[in-house]
């Protein structure tokens, strides 16, 4: 089943901060982030294993709250690279199949 | 070697064509997936090998026929494909099953 995304799209100016979410219906083993640019492959960002974490990749980190099942990619002062559509995949619990959401366009204006 | 290489970059064939998409990877990953993706959407799994052997297919049609001739390659065989098969095809490869995943460029394929 396929996470959902929220927002669909943000528009930032350079600087500023956003929040994607990305939640599930299923009890997750793992949340799996990339990033995507127009006519590029998705790269990958940051893996979220249960047990509920945070991790960080210089200005973009990211949250795992397995209560809700859900996660949280922040990206703080944002840059023009920022640009590019985000997914988010899960692994259900018993799940062998990455699913992806249905993805955030984000545009950071300068 | 960080890479996975997909070849073609692109391709157009036609309804009645036979074609072969192509994906390599010499990280040493045991698991390689083949995805689609249209315009404006997610990629959508299609197969996943596991060590060589074919363990998710995602009821994709007989005219996608997938094949790992050894742990560093994955083909993608065309055959009698439809318009709406027009996609950008993804190979991915992961260290283990659930693993994180690397991406090739993709091929962008057109049905005409």
């Known amino acids: 089943q396929q996470p959902v995304q929220s927002p669909q799209a943000v528009i930032l100016r350079e600087g500023e901060d956003a929040v994607i979410n990305c939640s599930s219906s299923k009890a997750l083993y793992s949340v799996h982030w990339y990033r995507q640019k127009h006519g590029e492959a998705p790269v990958f960002l940051m893996i979220?294993?249960?047990?509920?974490e945070q991790k960080g990749h210089e200005k973009i980190s990211a949250s795992f709250n397995e209560k809700k099942q859900q996660s949280s990619l922040y990206l703080t002062a944002s840059q023009l690279s920022y640009s590019g559509t985000y997914f988010c995949?899960?692994?259900?619990?018993?799940?062998?199949?990455?699913?992806f959401g249905a993805g955030t366009i984000l545009r950071v204006k300068s | 070697d960080t890479e996975v290489t997909q070849t073609p970059k692109h391709l157009v064939m036609g309804m009645t064509n036979k074609k072969s998409l192509k994906c390599e990877q010499h990280?040493?990953?045991?698991?390689m997936y083949w995805y689609k993706q249209k315009a404006k959407k997610p990629p959508e799994l299609m197969f996943v090998?596991?060590?060589?052997?074919?363990?998710i297919n995602e009821s994709v049609p007989s005219r996608f026929s997938p094949e790992c001739p050894n742990s560093s390659l994955l083909n993608l065989h065309l055959h009698a494909l439809q318009p709406e098969d027009s996609a950008l095809y993804l190979c991915?490869?992961?260290?283990?099953?659930?693993?994180?995943?690397?991406f090739g460029q993709g091929t962008r394929l057109t049905v005409v």
């Open positions: 090998y596991s060590y060589e052997k074919l363990s």
């Open positions: 995949g899960t692994y259900s619990e018993y799940g062998n199949k990455l699913v």
């Open positions: 979220l294993l249960k047990g509920g």
């Open positions: 991915a490869s992961s260290h283990g099953d659930r693993g994180k995943a690397f």
């Open positions: 990280m040493g990953h045991r698991a």
